[in-house]
């Protein structure tokens, strides 16, 4: 793992690539006509790999992991 450098989305969360922060809204109408409103946030990041031992610029150098939820 010498050869690897990773960028750990917690840590870098004003790089969109690898934290997002969606807001969402839902509005619900019940069976009697009641509105209500519903608000959350979603939180998730990403690992950013780097392969060292693979020139700059080449395919392969640059992965990333799967996301996951950030709580």
Partial sequence: ??????????????DHTLYRKVT??????????????KEGTIKKYRNRIID????EGQTGRVT???WKDAE
């Fill in 24 to 37: 969402f809204r839902q509005k619900y109408i019940d069976y009697d006509g009641t509105v209500s409103r």
């Fill in 52 to 55: 060292l031992s693979i020139p």
């Fill in 1 to 14: 793992m010498a050869n690897k450098k990773i960028e750990y989305g917690m840590e870098n969360q004003n």
């Fill in 64 to 66: 990333y992991s799967a």
